[in-house]
Each structure stands twice: as structure tokens, then as C-alpha cells.
């Protein structure tokens, strides 16, 4: 199932970055998708977190800047 959840993201994605179209928003990349066991469940139990990241680029000529203390 998270396969298919992510499989069904990325065209979403693809979908999104296709109408958008404007080069000065931040450029969405396929999807990752992290998956892991609840704390103190078993590995055998369907309990499963699954978490999809989006990582962003900047547009062409940016770059991001983290500010410390935000």
C-alpha cells in the first residue's frame, strides 16, 4: 500500500509541476517516503507510520537559506 500512496503522489506531483509552469516557485521533487515501526510495537503488528517527504529546489538563479533563530 505505500507504493501505491507513493506512486500516487508522485503523479500528483508531476501533475502540479506541469500547471505550474512559473520559474520562480520552488520545484517540487518526487516524493520519499520514510516508514517505520510505532515505539514499542512489534514488527509483526500492522500498526506502520508512514511519512512521505517532498523535497523542494529552488528556482533557477535562488537558494535557500536556513536563519537561525526562527
Known amino acids: 500500500i505505500c507504493t501505491v500512496v507513493e506512486e500516487l ?3 500528483l506531483l508531476c501533475v502540479c509541476r506541469t500547471l505550474s509552469g512559473n520559474d520562480f ?8 517516503g520514510l516508514g517505520s515501526f ?15 517527504i517532498v523535497p523542494l529546489k529552488p528556482p533557477p538563479g535562488h537558494s535557500f ?5 526562527t
Do not use: F
Open 9 to 11: 503522489v508522485n503523479d
Open 25 to 32: 516557485m520552488p520545484r517540487l521533487q518526487p516524493a520519499v
Open 38 to 52: 510505532l515505539e514499542g510495537q512489534s514488527a509483526y503488528e500492522e500498526d506502520l507510520v508512514y511519512r512521505l
Open 65 to 69: 537559506h536556513l536563519k537561525l533563530g
